[in-house]
């Protein structure tokens, strides 16, 4: 089946204004995690979900970060009041579960202009 | 604690050859071990994964050696080829969430640009 999408594949906005980076994981994944990469780095865990709930949210640099999985598949990344240092890749990626390998999206890139 | 540090930054070899990278990790805990490849604007992809209760783990033309004692493990590729160029992660992790439900919360390495010339 397809792996897991996540759309806008880029997204480019001003300092200051609000976005949201939509993660639609593999069907029947029940884990899902988002991950920032900053270029010429590897990915940082921001977040993990299993079902519906926010299992370590960790990651996440400060409360302009938030994200939600209301019915335990589709997940949105919000981002509020968006800085030039929140530029990077953000990753999704989901799996089976206990042990199971991640499967990772490709990726939005987001520019803070 | 929580680093892995990865080396080297970048990586050339010709065709055939058998590139190495090598990563370090100070955390103990640590007990997952895999090795992602990442080619330009896509999402990292897994290649293999080892626990520390094996030294040595082969999948195709890819080994991980792992070294429990130095806190070291390294990824191997025999008979390189081109289209193996690309940036190569290792990462590490311990069980999270309720339960230590998930090896998902990884520590990613510094990463290694690959390129292996015809």
């Known amino acids: 089946g397809a792996g897991v999408s996540q759309t806008p594949s880029n997204k480019v906005t001003e300092k200051g204004k609000y976005v949201e980076l939509r993660c639609d994981p593999i069907?029947?994944?029940?884990?899902l995690y988002w991950y920032r990469q900053s270029l010429g780095q590897g990915p940082e865990f921001l977040i993990y979900?299993?079902?519906?709930?926010?299992?370590?949210d960790s990651g996440l640099p400060n409360d302009r970060f938030f994200a939600v999985r209301p019915e335990g598949s589709v997940s949105t990344l919000k981002i509020q009041r968006t800085e030039r240092g929140d530029s990077a890749v953000y990753l999704c990626?989901?799996?089976?579960?206990?042990?199971?390998?991640?499967?990772f999206g490709n990726g939005t890139r987001l520019t803070v202009t | 604690q929580q680093q892995v540090k990865q080396s080297p930054q970048s990586l050339i070899v010709q065709k055939g050859g058998i590139p190495i990278i090598n990563c370090a990790y100070e955390?103990?805990?640590?007990?997952?071990f895999p090795w992602y490849q990442q080619f330009p604007g896509k999402g990292p992809a897994l290649l293999i994964a080892?626990?520390?209760?094996?030294s040595e783990k082969k999948e195709g033309r890819f080994t991980i050696s792992f070294n429990k004692s130095a806190k070291q493990f390294s990824l191997h590729i025999m008979d390189s080829q081109p289209g193996d160029s690309a940036t190569y992660f290792c990462?590490?992790?311990?069980?999270?969430?309720?339960?230590?439900?998930?090896?998902?919360?990884?520590?990613f390495g510094q990463g290694t640009i690959l390129t292996v010339h015809p």
């Open positions: 955390n103990t805990a640590f007990d997952y």
């Open positions: 979900f299993q079902g519906t709930g926010a299992a370590d």
């Open positions: 990462a590490a992790s311990m069980k999270i969430g309720a339960g230590g439900t998930s090896y998902g919360k990884l520590t």
């Open positions: 069907s029947g994944h029940t884990a």
């Open positions: 990626a989901s799996s089976q579960g206990q042990n199971s390998p991640l499967h």
């Open positions: 080892i626990r520390p209760d094996v």
